[in-house]
């Protein structure tokens, strides 16, 4: 074979040519895009296996796909050893960004930013891996308490509103799920959960090793 044209493509993430045996998981995905996009609620989905079985490489392709068809795409990778405030919050500002581009910026997107302020001041005086310097205002009484879980479905909920008010979704795309910590990772299963509850616009697509499933 010509390694100029040999469609194997080696390497951790990286795409092949063809993503075989895989069409049912991404119409999964496809399915919760078309619910969200007509108002009605749609499950997260989590990929779990073990390591080289092509988790990274679906996790992309379906983070491609959606963005190609308008919604609002944030992507994290989960490193060891970091909270998962520090990486949220630069995700939600990011998220908000891209919102304020589908449409100009309403109320509801700017109040979401102010609460976002008022959640990075809260986390930031828990988790001390939080660096984020840019001042985003706050607004007093919503996701500024210092509890994870309650502050996490606050700003999950203006999020949902504000991207509703723009009729489209966010997804949030995190890989290594495996590593975010046990207590954390079900202050996000909540936010999400009462997302879903009250038919906001806003989904995860995760994938981890097995022990995630623990």
């Given at each position: 074979m010509d390694p100029r044209i040999n469609p194997y493509a080696p390497g951790a993430g990286t795409q092949?040519?063809?993503l075989a045996g895989r069409d049912e998981?991404?119409?999964?995905?496809?399915?919760?895009?078309?619910?969200?996009?007509?108002?009605l609620a749609a499950r997260s989905l989590l990929m779990v296996g073990l390591r080289g079985v092509g988790k990274t490489v679906l996790l992309t392709r379906i983070a491609q796909e959606t963005e190609a068809r308008g919604f609002v795409v944030v992507t994290i990778e989960s490193p060891e050893r970091r909270s998962?405030?520090?990486?949220l919050i630069p995700s939600l500002r990011l998220a908000l960004l891209k919102l304020d581009r589908v449409a100009a910026a309403g109320e509801l997107a700017k109040k979401?930013?102010?609460?976002?302020?008022?959640?990075?001041?809260?986390?930031?005086?828990k988790y001390q891996d939080i660096e984020f310097g840019i001042d985003l205002g706050n607004e007093p009484g919503i996701a500024d308490s210092?509890?994870?879980?309650?502050d996490l479905v606050d700003l999950f909920v203006e999020l949902g509103r504000a991207a509703k008010e723009k009729k489209?979704?966010?997804?949030?795309?995190?890989?290594?799920?495996q590593y975010v910590e046990e207590g954390q990772f079900a202050a996000l299963i909540t936010a999400l959960h009462k997302?879903?509850?009250l038919q906001l616009p806003i989904a995860l697509i995760g994938a981890g090793l097995p022990q995630l499933v623990g």
């Open positions: 092949p040519p063809e998981i991404i119409e999964k995905a496809a399915i919760a895009l078309d619910r969200l996009r007509n108002g998962l405030p520090a990486l979401t930013l102010r609460a976002l302020g008022g959640f990075v001041g809260a986390m930031k005086a210092g509890d994870l879980e309650h489209t979704a966010v997804f949030f795309f995190i890989d290594e799920l997302c879903a509850q």
